[in-house]
């Protein structure tokens, strides 16, 4: 079993930044490809960002590029999420999501999903 901590959210204004970290607890860190997605209100969750399991395979959402930039340290467990130049259509819960699978595309299916934490993006 896998849990997934999500934090750094919070009120920013547009043009700010943001870093979002979240925190695995179980075995293998290394071993989970992690994948960031977020959910605004009234909207399905969408995909942002995800890293493979060495960190040497990323991708992003055209929504974010160039300005999101997601990373990973092994030793910590953790998994970061830099965001931006952010806009007001990033607010939204941003989540972490995890799986062991292999073979498995950025946007997964993922087995295991934190509980999110609230972006906020002030115009």
């Known amino acids: 079993q896998v849990q997934l901590v999500e934090s750094g959210g919070g009120l920013v204004q547009a043009g700010g930044s943001l870093r979002l970290s979240c925190a695995a607890s179980?075995?293998?860190?290394?071993?989970?490809?992690m994948g960031w997605f977020r959910q605004a209100p009234g909207k399905e969750r969408e995909f942002v960002a995800a890293?493979?399991?060495?960190?040497?395979?990323?991708s992003y959402a055209d929504s974010v590029k160039g300005r999101f930039t997601t990373s990973r340290d092994n030793a910590r467990n953790t998994v970061y999420l830099q965001m931006n130049t952010l806009r007001p259509e990033d607010t939204a819960v941003y989540y972490c999501?995890?799986?062991?699978?292999?073979?498995?595309?950025?946007?997964?299916?993922?087995?295991?999903w934190g509980q999110g934490t609230q972006v906020t993006v002030s115009s």
């Open positions: 999501a995890a799986t062991y699978r292999r073979g498995v595309g950025p946007q997964g299916p993922y087995s295991y």
């Open positions: 179980g075995r293998s860190f290394s071993d989970l490809s």
């Open positions: 890293i493979s399991r060495n960190g040497g395979s990323i």
